[in-house]
């Protein structure tokens, strides 16, 4: 499942790991997060390594829908339901400035992008009250949004009516990855990828340890997606989503804007032209079908089932690629931004944009710069201060209640479901994986491009018996979104080890 944005694609690797290297700044992660803040520690003369265990934009980053939109479907309206409105402004101007700067670095770097005018719609009249609570948001917060009925849309597609912002952004973000990891190298930064970071410590001095050696500096920034230590907990204060998008070439016409659904099963459409990606016009993107990572009852039928709605409202719609990512949300709404508990002052992080990163990433990367650089709190902007103090909430712990709940069925389900099936088992088809009970230990068996493996399908992290993804051919960890490849190699998540491999075949 390779992204539309990574066709062609050969990303900057930067250069061989030097073990024990001395740096101002270690940032790891090559995704948005990490390297808009390695460009922006650069450009103030600070000596900046970022290190990634994949490629440059190889996760989120590389594989979101490409909108750059401050409407964000209905975000607006739930931080406003749980939280003031001073907190939801300081939110709206936080992604307004992470917007000016991404479309200021792309403007800077060449990277071509189109203004549309963005939607959130329903599809049903049932789902128009919750537009409307998005446009009031938005309105409160200064968007100049406004509503629009059925056929002021004109579009082909099931939508009740929309609130509607102008002068939006769709943009390629391989493009946009690709160019920061190309000027943080020309600007002397160092960028290590296929490195794995497997500890930070901030005593007896700042380092990060990594498979291949240690390395130091005055600051540690996680640029991770879920923060790769445990530190503050803040793998249980989160929730991880899977989404899936399709792209199609399309013989008849297709919107010049950009959707969202409120209503579920969710539906965005952006159209991608020779002006904001690398497809010819008459292209377009469907996404959608999120559900919690390893929550699943079909990864592969929720993308067929993307591509038959396509297919139905847009006649001749061929599939051309189909991939997914992986968001995080905090139960408060609101990404954790700042320094990590017990870091002293030394490591920070930034996570939980739901789904928003090319606004959210730059944004966290203004304000660990603005926290890296020293600067007081007086020259910092309002929306930094008002967001780095916000308080926790009853309806946050509510949210982090249920989500306990969920996890903690999903653990037990995991391990009754493995006792249920004994090895040995059928031999699975290729493309499939099954669970099973080997001598009261759950063992992952899959069968991938002919080759059949078995892993151990207990997560290092915390314990949870992973699920097959059969649309990415993945183990996925139910309990908090750890992910790793058939053979057992880590992809992402707060776990830190591969699983450990084992006989090959079912009967063993």
């Keep these: 499942m390779k992204p539309l944005w990574k066709l062609d694609r050969t990303p900057p690797t930067g250069t061989p790991f030097d073990p024990g290297a001395r740096h101002d700044v270690i940032i790891v992660g090559a995704g948005l997060t990490g390297l808009s803040t390695a460009v922006m520690l650069t450009r103030a003369g600070l000596d900046v390594a970022v290190l990634e265990s ?56 060449g990277v071509p992008y189109e203004r549309r ?18 446009h009031a948001a938005a309105q409160e917060a200064g968007l100049p949004t406004r509503m629009l009925t059925r056929g002021e849309l004109n579009v082909d597609f099931p939508a009740a009516g929309a609130v509607a912002l102008d002068d939006q952004v769709t943009i390629d973000p391989m493009q946009v990855a690709e160019a920061l990891a190309t000027e943080l190298l020309s600007a002397g930064g160092t960028l290590h990828t296929g490195v794995r970071v497997t500890a930070t410590h901030a005593l007896p001095e700042p380092r990060v340890e990594t498979t291949v050696g240690p390395m130091f500096a005055q600051h540690i920034v996680i640029a991770t997606g879920y923060p790769i230590l445990d530190r503050g907990l803040y793998f249980a204060k989160m929730r991880a989503f899977r989404s899936y998008c399709v792209s199609f070439r399309v013989p008849g016409g297709i919107p010049d804007s950009t959707f969202i659904s409120t209503d579920q099963p969710t539906r ?68 954790f931004v700042g320094a990590m508990p017990r870091g002293l002052g030394h490591i920070r992080f930034a996570t939980g944009y739901a789904k928003w990163g090319l606004s959210n990433a730059p944004a966290a990367a203004l304000r660990l710069t603005t926290e890296i650089l020293g600067a007081s709190w007086h020259d910092r902007p309002g929306w930094m201060a008002k967001i780095g103090t916000r308080l926790t909430v009853p309806a946050d712990l509510a949210r982090g209640a249920v989500e306990g709940v969920k996890v903690a069925a999903a653990a037990t389900k995991g391990w009754v479901d493995a006792e249920k099936t004994p090895v040995p088992v059928p031999q699975p088809a290729e493309g499939e994986g099954v669970v099973a009970n080997r001598g009261g230990l759950p063992v992952g068996i899959s069968t991938v491009d002919g080759v059949t493996r078995a892993v151990d399908a207990v997560c ?49």
């Design 54 to 109: 994949g490629s440059v934009g190889e996760l989120a980053s590389g594989g979101n829908t490409g909108k750059l939109s401050l409407l964000q479907a209905q975000r607006l309206a739930e931080i406003r339901r749980h939280h003031s409105a001073e907190l939801l402004q300081a939110y709206v101007d936080g992604n307004r400035a992470g917007m000016d700067w991404l479309t200021g670095f792309a403007d800077h770097a």
């Design 460 to 508: 290092p992290h915390l314990g949870g018996v992973l699920d097959w993804n059969d649309a990415e051919c993945t183990w996925d960890c139910p309990l908090h979104a750890s992910r790793f490849a058939a053979d057992g190699t880590r992809i992402e998540g707060p776990a830190l080890s591969d699983l450990k491999k084992l006989p090959r075949t079912a009967s063993e």
């Design 268 to 335: 965005s459409i952006r159209p991608v032209s020779a002006s904001d990606g690398p497809g010819a016009t008459a292209q377009l993107v469907v996404g959608g079908n999120g559900h919690p990572v390893g929550r699943s009852d079909g990864e592969r039928a929720a993308v067929d089932e993307l591509v038959e709605w396509t297919q139905k409202f847009f006649p001749g719609a061929e599939e051309t690629h189909r991939w997914s990512a992986q968001d995080y949300e905090s139960h408060n709404q609101i990404p």
């Design 117 to 134: 005018i963005d939607h959130t719609y329903a599809q049903t009249p049932d789902g128009m009250e919750s537009v409307r609570a998005q």
